[in-house]
């Protein structure tokens, strides 16, 4: 199973970014798919998650409105197109996948594959 996360860059804050993880190896339309970050020194927290089928759509509080997450079931690939970027953003993202019903969504235990990480870095 590989997960490959790319997108990310260097842009000023209220800019924009469109990350996307592509998968292979895996049922990808079984999966349901999130995206977490990582900032240097903190520990990993939740960004959004899109369920297998695409009808259940959570964000954490901290994007909600800005960040959009998206599937693409039959090219086997995750999106998130980030919008209105503050410079609090900045982190490493990573993409996971989730096969089933365990810990909650928001939490990094319930996912089974990650992906490398794509750094995100907003300028003030």
């Known amino acids: 199973v590989q997960l490959q996360a790319s997108g990310g860059g260097l842009v000023q804050a209220g800019g924009s970014l469109r990350l996307s993880c592509a998968t292979s190896?895996?049922?990808?339309?079984?999966?349901?798919m999130a995206w977490f970050r990582q900032a240097p020194g903190k520990e990993r927290e939740f960004v959004a998650v899109?369920?297998?089928?695409?009808?259940?759509?959570y964000y954490a509080d901290s994007v909600k409105g800005r960040f959009t997450i998206s599937r693409n079931n039959a090219k086997n690939t995750v999106s998130l197109q980030m919008n209105s970027l503050k410079p609090e953003d900045t982190a490493s993202y990573y993409c996971?996948?989730?096969?089933?019903?365990?810990?909650?969504?928001?939490?990094?235990?319930?996912?089974?594959?990650w992906g490398q990480g794509t750094q995100v870095t907003v300028s003030s």
């Open positions: 996971a996948a989730d096969s089933g019903p365990g810990a909650s969504y928001s939490s990094a235990n319930r996912y089974v594959y």
């Open positions: 190896g895996l049922t990808f339309s079984a999966y349901n």
């Open positions: 899109i369920t297998w089928s695409g009808g259940r759509i």
